[in-house]
């Protein structure tokens, strides 16, 4: 047998044996969001699989409670990017949340899961805020190199929250300050009037690197 068809029967068995996790190791090691997740989707399966049912009983509020406490911690930090952070703990617990509502054998176990899709609007609101103001700090500094920068932040804030201030507007004018223009001319005559465009523009996988053909 080939070694890359052993290399894909272990990752295949390890995918097997991870969903059938009921997450009590994870639980162990003090990882309850994952023992959230995995005792969750062992009920989807099973919903009267027993451990799974006290993996998930035991470790449900210490997973919220973490992530809650690991977004106030973010939001009171002088950390850059904090909103950004915060945003991330709270869809965890939101993803719990939804994960537990589709699985009938889980929602036995918590009747009434905790969302906080509230304070998720309230802290991308602030994610988007803290992208599009270092997106215009970046932009700024005047080089091609914070001009990318600039628009992945810009990208980010419209994405956190959609067209937020003038962040579409900034993220074309980020690329365009970011994107080398390339004039591309025939070095030879075109007697059979072949048309190269879509093998000059074909390959071009940068994104801030455009190519032009002078009319």
């Known amino acids: 047998m080939k070694r890359s068809s052993i290399i894909l029967i272990f990752v295949g068995l390890a995918a097997i ?17 994952q023992a ?16 799974s049912k006290e993996v998930l009983k035991t470790s ?7 992530l ?11 950390a850059n990017f904090k909103w950004k952070n915060a945003v991330q703990s709270y869809e965890q617990i939101n993803f719990l949340y939804e994960q537990i509502r ?15 899709y509230k304070e998720l609007t309230e802290v991308k609101g ?4 803290e992208s599009y103001e270092a997106g215009v700090q970046a932009m700024l500094k005047n080089t091609r190199e914070d001009a990318k920068r600039a628009y992945f932040l810009f990208t980010d804030a419209n994405s ?7 962040s579409i507007e900034m993220m074309e004018q980020a690329k365009f300050n970011a994107t080398i223009k390339v004039i591309v001319e ?28 002078p009319r």
Do not use: M
């Open 186 to 213: 025939p070095t030879f005559t075109n007697y059979n009037n072949w048309n190269f465009e879509p093998v000059v523009f074909g390959v071009n996988s940068n994104q801030f690197v455009k190519f032009y053909t």
């Open 102 to 116: 589709t699985s009938p054998g889980a929602l036995k176990v918590i009747p009434n899961p905790i969302n906080k």
């Open 36 to 51: 959230v997740s995995l005792a969750v989707n062992r009920l989807r399966q099973n919903p009267d699989h027993k451990k």
């Open 160 to 166: 956190l929250s959609p067209g937020y201030r003038e």
């Open 17 to 33: 044996l991870q969903s059938c996790s009921s997450g009590k190791n994870a639980l162990k090691q003090g990882d309850y969001y």
């Open 60 to 66: 449900y509020q210490f997973a919220v409670d973490y």
């Open 126 to 129: 602030k994610a988007a805020e």
């Open 68 to 78: 809650e406490q690991s977004a106030q911690n973010q939001i009171t930090s002088n």
